[in-house]
């Protein structure tokens, strides 16, 4: 059983920044796996904000480029997400994701709220 416990979120005013990090445990070779984060705002669907694969190549949505960065540890079984420059339209349920072989897993979320 694999659990992913997020934490890292809460309130920060436009412009400030959060780390968000996800601590992965459980029978999974962390290092195995693509980590992820998707976010979720108030009526919008899930969408992925930023991937990083087993060879540590990254991607973004286009609305975090340049602002947020992935990173992991697969020392520590962590993925973090550092997140600057935030706006009013970060704002959602932050979830972390972890991809691997015929496996999907997901964290239960935290809250993110841009807003001064």
């Known amino acids: 059983q694999v659990q992913l416990v997020e934490s890292g979120g809460g309130l920060v005013q436009p412009g400030g920044s959060l780390r968000l990090s996800c601590a992965a445990s459980?029978?999974?070779?962390?290092?195995?796996?693509?980590m992820g984060w998707y976010r979720q705002a108030p009526g919008k669907q899930r969408e992925l904000v930023a991937a990083?694969?087993?060879?540590?190549?990254?991607d973004y949505a286009d609305s975090v480029k340049g602002r947020f960065t992935i990173s992991r540890d697969n020392a520590k079984n962590t993925v973090y997400l550092q997140m600057n420059s935030l706006k009013p339209e970060d704002t959602a349920v932050y979830y972390c994701?972890?991809?691997?072989?015929?496996?999907?897993?997901w964290g239960k979320g935290t809250l993110v709220t841009v807003s001064s």
């Open positions: 459980g029978t999974m070779f962390f290092s195995l796996y693509t």
């Open positions: 994701n972890a991809k691997g072989p015929g496996t999907d897993y």
């Open positions: 990083s694969t087993r060879s540590s190549v990254t």
